[in-house]
């Protein structure tokens, strides 16, 4: 909106250019959407109370989370709401990127509600059945990624871009493509959402990430930092970190209120959404494997969950004390808080190791 009013008003004053940079919207973005989140969180902390959605049981995790049962959940309501405001006031609304964002972030915040909604209904932890749920993931999905494909106006935008070498980037078909980008995408929805066992765990590798991805938005939409870094230059892909800033000051808004010991938590309406905001960003940017980096506790917050169910499906024997992994430390006497710190601190190195490929081609 700040966008168009500038565009509109600078006939009358010059200096209402500057609702037009952007770097100013990227800052106002973020700084909206964290006083919105800071200020509005308090009052749905006070709503879910009053509307009992409280945590009932425990999904995954030592017996010692019992004690976070009637804890409110659902806070990522809080999250989305911020970054959804934000982004309307000060994104550029004729950019299809950020309407494949707004549209991705919509979706998955519905699944992830009915999702909550049902465990708080019938006070378990099951939700809905998980077939429905991958299939409800997947259709919105493969929706958002046929759009890009379809709209793509240059190949740089269906392209697969490798590591280490300039040259390494390859034009995907229609299938590769919409296959691929849905897969990214659900993953990273379900990977986040396994990641969100112990408070604060998910929502700031999230934040570091998404700022990891503004930076290579950034340098994608400016010429001159595209040819240097011998990356595509899509002007359009700019844009998107004034969205990638609003989940930022949205994310740090929460953490607030998620940090150990968390007076609230994401619940799925979150973490599903958090994570396919970060793999349709990947998509967009055309850098998944990047992304694959930067998500590397994701992605074995995963992994030892695929491989506890294997090795006791097969070998009737636990690799882990429990997954997903987190819990694993738990067991073996980490308290929780170190386990979270150190887990962001592993993602901040893997964030600045993806950034340094960019120019390691």
Not at 245 to 251: E, H, K, N, P, Y
Not at 253 to 261: I, V
Not at 274 to 295: F, T
Request: hydrophobic share 50%; proline share 3%; charged share 15%.
């Amino acid at each position: 909106m700040f966008e168009y009013l500038g565009t509109i008003l600078v006939d009358i004053d010059p200096g209402f250019d500057v609702l037009r940079y952007l770097t100013v919207r990227t800052i106002g973005g973020t700084i909206t959407a964290l006083l919105l989140t800071i200020f509005l969180g308090p009052k749905l902390i006070s709503w879910l109370q009053r509307m009992q959605f409280k945590q009932y049981g425990v999904e995954r995790g030592p017996d010692s989370h019992k004690q976070k049962s009637g804890t409110p959940t659902m806070g990522g309501l809080l999250i989305i709401s911020s970054l959804l405001i934000s982004t309307l006031l000060w994104a550029d609304l004729g950019n299809r990127y950020i309407w494949v964002c707004l549209f991705i972030t919509s979706g998955f915040t519905i699944i992830g509600f009915l999702d909550d909604f049902y465990k708080i209904k019938y006070k378990d932890s099951k939700g809905i059945s998980g077939r429905l749920k991958l299939l409800s993931q997947t259709i919105v999905s493969i929706i958002a990624v046929s759009f890009l494909y379809f709209s793509a106006k240059d190949s740089a935008e269906i392209s697969l871009i490798l590591l280490f070498n300039k040259d390494w980037i390859f034009e995907m078909s229609m299938l590769s493509f919409i296959l691929f980008g849905s897969f990214v995408i659900v993953g990273s929805s379900n990977a986040v959402n396994l990641t969100d066992g112990l408070d604060g765990l998910a929502i700031l590798p999230t934040i570091l990430i998404g700022g990891g991805l503004g930076l290579i938005a950034y340098a994608m939409g400016n010429q001159l930092i595209a040819e240097y870094l011998f990356i595509p230059h899509l002007q359009i892909a700019g844009e998107l970190i004034v969205f990638c800033g609003a989940l930022i000051g949205s994310g740090i808004g929460f953490l607030w209120y998620n940090s150990y010991p968390a007076e609230v938590f994401m619940g799925d309406v979150g973490s599903l959404t958090l994570g396919a905001i970060l793999g349709v960003l990947a998509v967009i940017l055309r850098h998944e494997i990047v992304y694959a980096i930067m998500a590397g506790v994701f992605i074995a917050e995963t992994l030892s969950v695929m491989i506890q169910v294997t090795s006791y499906r097969f070998r009737q024997k636990r690799v882990f004390l429990m997954a997903p992994i987190h819990h694993h430390f738990e067991l073996k006497g980490w308290p929780e808080p170190k386990i979270i710190v150190r887990f962001w601190i592993i993602t901040l190195v893997l964030i600045l190791v993806a950034l340094a490929t960019l120019k390691l081609r």
